[in-house]
Structures are given as C-alpha cells and as structure tokens.
C-alpha cells in the first residue's frame, strides 16, 4: 500500500508539473491566459481554510502560472483560450508540511467555487482531535469531479453523505483510512459512472445494499477492515465489470451466494476473515480468471471445497481456518498448473498429504501446518528441497519422514518423525501407501528432533 501511494503521489507531481508548463506556454503576442476571478477566490478560500498560511495569497498571486503551487492543476479552457480553469486540488505531505493546518476544515462554498475542478485529494489533512464531517452540500448535481480521494484522514468523522450520489461523472471514490462510521448509503448505488470504490480501514456498520449492483462501470470494490456485517449481497454479481472485490476483515455471515460466480472479470476476490459459513456455490467455477483466491479464517465448515479445482488461473488460495474437514482429495489441485501459494493450515483436515501436490511446477509455498494429516510425507524429494521452510506441515501429530528421504536431520524443520514399522521399512513406500503408510511414528516438534538423533546414532553404530 505504502509503495502504491508513493507511486500515485509521485504520478501526481509529475502531472502537476506538466500541465503548470502547457498553461505557461502561450504563443507570443497573446495575453496569458488568466484564472477567472470567481475561482482565484475560490482557491484562496479554500487554502485559508486548509493550508492557514496567512502569505499565500502574495506568495501565489498567479497559482496556475507564474507562481505556481504544487498542489493545484489548471487547464485551459477548452472553449476559450485566455481562460485558465482550475481542475485539480491535492493536499498531502508531497507538497506541504504538513499537509494542513491544525483546525482545517472543508466549506462547501469554497469548493463549490472551483465549478470545474475534477479531482479532489486529500491525504494526511484532518489528523487533529477536532472531529471533521464531509458537509452533505459539498456534492451537487452540477459538480464536475471525476476524482474525490480523502484518505488517511483520522480526523474525518460522521457519516458519509447520501448527496456523493449526485457526482454523476465521479469514477474514483476513495475514502479509506478515515473515521467514517453508520453505514454504507444506498443512494451510492446510483454512481453508475464509478470505476472504484475504496471505503476500507473505517467504521463502517450495517448491510451492504443491494443497490450497490447499480454501479455499473464498477472494477474496484474495497470495503476490508470496517464492521460491516449482514451477508454478502447477491446483488454483487450484477458488477459485470469487477476485478477485485476486498470484503476481508469484516463481519459477514451466511453463505457466498451464486450469484458471485458470474464475475466473468474478476482476478482477486477477498473474503478473508469473516463469519461466512460453506459449502461454496458451485457456481464459483465461472471465475475463469481469478488469480487470488483468499478465504482464510471463515467458518466454511466442510470438507476442501472441489469447486476451487476448476479455478485452472488461480496463482494463490487460502484456506487457512475454514474449519475444513476430511483428506485432502488427491488430485483436488492438480489443474491448478499456475499455483504458486497454498494455504490449508489450521483446518481439522486429516489422512495422507497427497503427493500430487509436489507436481504443481509453480507451486512455491505449502502450508498445511496445524492440522491432523497422518502417514508417510510421501511429496517428491526435489519438491521438498525446492521449498526449505516455505513447507510447513508441523503441528501434525502422526505425520512422519520416510528413513533416507529428505536429507535426514537437514529436514528437522519439517518437524516430524522418522516412520518406524512395517509400513515403510525400506523408506520407499509410494503415494499409493499412504492411506496405510505406518501410524506407529507419534508426536512432532522437539520428539521429532530426538528421533532423527536416535536413527542418525543408529547409523553411525552400523
Ligand atoms: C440538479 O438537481 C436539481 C434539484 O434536485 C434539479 O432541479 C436539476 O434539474 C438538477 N440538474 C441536473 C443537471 O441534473
Ligand atoms: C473505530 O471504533 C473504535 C471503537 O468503537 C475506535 O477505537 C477506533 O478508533 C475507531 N476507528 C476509527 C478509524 O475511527
Ligand atoms: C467446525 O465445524 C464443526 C462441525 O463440523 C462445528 O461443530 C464447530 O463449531 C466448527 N468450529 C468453528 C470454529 O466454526
Ligand atoms: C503456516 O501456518 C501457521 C498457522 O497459521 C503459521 O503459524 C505459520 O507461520 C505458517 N508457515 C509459513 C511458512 O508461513
Ligand atoms: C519396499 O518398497 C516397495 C515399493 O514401494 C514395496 O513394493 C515393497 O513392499 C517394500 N518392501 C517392504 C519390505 O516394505
């Protein structure tokens, strides 16, 4: 997150820069063009309100040209060629320290005053104890924003107005990282013009509405870490155009419906830490190009889900605490040939580890730690040499190594016994073996480690 703001601040300057060098650039003879005076008050409104830096008006006089500030964009205005407009507002660290005042707020009437402006960011602004509100007539059905970014302002409290509804051009919303609480208005659902919506890191309760399949242009949708709860609206798979969709870290509850599996375009869906409850609709098969696949710690509650077998583009899948029971199918993941991270820790998954699992060619992180496997690590030597640590299976009572696989000791992270027994008396004993590959080996951990002395010892003495 930290690099991708880094990025878009640094986009931000460079796009400042350039368009304070188109609007300077006039052709010789003709007047500058000018900022009209309506706006140029406008802008020294809001500065006062924002910035409080008594001199910026004598430092700023021609904010668009030739006392340029970093913050502000202007265009020339398409229909005529003397007239500068104001487009773009930001306020950040990138451009003042600090970012705003102690006391800064948002008038509508200063805002309103710049009828052309596009985008609006604020990062950083409202950090003081003085709670800040959006005001609900900031948003008008004559305003112009394409952009509103207000981020990382913990000072902005309340609710967030009903009246954004009106900004019919808007296509970025993003209000994360603030103290916005109450829920999520309806009325959003009309943006149809939206492209992304960011409420995460806030306070936001109740249900998402149903009415939010009426954004229609919608490819972004990120509301994790707020208390939403109620379930995931079937509405959802109305967002025909969605690429990610981030519902981690909330309170959802009741099943994933099918619906969801009609997001032809989606690559990442988060449904991470919630209450969500299994089986997962079959319908998910649909999501031909999902890449990421995050579902840990919901209380799915069946056995590893088939549905995620057909899912061919999935790079990585977690299902770490979904309470998953039963084997793992041998095979369940052998489609998957662009796997690379698979989670399966903290289930009450049992029976062998299928060594299938070790022909995913990309698969570059297994974690099936913390669950009740059993039998013979049947997974191929150069797969487990290739993962080092990055193969966890402790946690595993009656999981055991085969004698001679994996190096011996320099395998003691795997953390589990030598097998002793009948079952795997030459250590060869294929994937075919291991439903009744030994169960003789017990305990993990720190025994593990005593063990693979005691067998080390043992072969010295021959
Ligand atoms: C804006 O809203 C007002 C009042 O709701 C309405 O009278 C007006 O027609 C609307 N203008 C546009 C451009 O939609
Ligand atoms: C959310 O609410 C909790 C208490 O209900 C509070 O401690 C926390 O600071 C709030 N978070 C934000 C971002 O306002
Ligand atoms: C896990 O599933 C079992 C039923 O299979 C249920 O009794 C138990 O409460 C579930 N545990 C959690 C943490 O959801
Ligand atoms: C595997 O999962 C366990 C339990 O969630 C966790 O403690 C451990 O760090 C994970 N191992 C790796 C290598 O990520
Ligand atoms: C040794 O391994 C082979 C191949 O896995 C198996 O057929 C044979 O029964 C094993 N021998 C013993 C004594 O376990």
Redesign the pocket.
Known sequence: MASSSLLSVATMSLLVLGVAAVATAQPAGDAPAELPRSELAAIYRVMADLLGDPTWPQLHPRPCTDTPWPGLQCEIAPDDSRRLRATRLHFGPDVSTPPCKPGARLAAPAILGLPHLRTLSLFGCFVGAGAVELPPALF???SSLEQLVLKSNPGLTGRIPATLT?L?SLQVLSLSQNGFHGEIPPELGGLAALQQLDLSYNNITGEIPGEIGGMASLSILDLSWNSISGSVPAALGGLRTLQKADLSYNRLAGAVPAEVGSLKELVFLDLSHNGLAGPLPASLAGLAKLQYLLLQDNPIGTAVPAVVGSLRRLQVLGLSGCNLTGPIPRGAFAALGSLMALSLDRNRLDGPIPASLGALPHLGQLNLSQNRLAGEIALPGEFVARLGRRLDVRGNDELCVGRGRYGGLQASYLAAPPCVGPGSVNGTSSALDEATADRGCRGGGLRGLVYHLLVFLLVLEL
Do not use: H
């Open positions: 008008t059905n004559a009106n019919k």
